[in-house]
């Protein structure tokens, strides 16, 4: 009999984007958030998939703002492009975006603040969308929690 369910024989040793990982991505955001002074922000850190390994709100936070950082997560793990990068093609293309949040059942985000997260090597892990500030500094945020849990950001100023 296969043990599913208590880290046994049957379970598969993890690999990519882990919750250790994306815990502390989100400790590292919550930190910078406090050091840049902003108000309470969500995050959201997705797989390499798009799904959730981890969303976190801060107390205070608007309930709205925790699936705009999905949503900007979404986007850049779906497209493979920084949040940045998608709102910069729906000022080039109008229609691209509108079509894009169709195409993903209005859960795609085109604005900054999510940025991709990779390791050393260069492969795509997944995405880490963070919301509540400017979006700069959203997007700042982002980038200093994937470099404090040793990944490698994109865009990596």
């Keep these: 009999m296969t043990d599913h369910g208590s880290g046994g024989a049957g379970r598969a040793a993890p690999t990519g984007l882990t919750l250790a990982l994306a815990e502390r991505m989100a ?3 919550l930190a910078a958030a406090r050091g840049r002074g902003m ?3 969500a995050l959201a850190v997705l797989d390499g998939g798009g799904h959730v390994v981890l969303a976190k709100r801060e107390d205070g936070c608007p309930f709205l703002i925790g699936r705009v950082a999905h949503g900007k997560a979404y986007g ?3 497209l493979g492009r920084p949040s940045s ?4 093609f729906g000022v080039a293309v109008p229609n691209l975006i509108p079509a894009l949040v169709g195409l993903a059942d209005g859960l795609l985000l085109a604005a900054p603040g999510a940025v991709l ?3 050393a090597a260069g492969s795509l892990l997944g995405s880490l969308g ?3 500030g400017a979006a700069e500094d959203d997007e700042a945020v982002a980038i200093a929690a994937v470099r404090a849990a040793g990944l490698v950001p994109e865009p990596n100023p």
Excluded at 85 to 88: G, M, N, S
Aim: net charge negative; glycine share 6%; aromatic share 0%.
């Design 27 to 29: 400790d590292a955001a």
């Design 39 to 41: 108000d309470p922000i």
């Design 76 to 78: 850049a793990i779906a």
């Design 85 to 88: 990068v998608l709102a910069q």
């Design 117 to 119: 997260v990779r390791d």
């Design 130 to 132: 963070v919301s509540g």
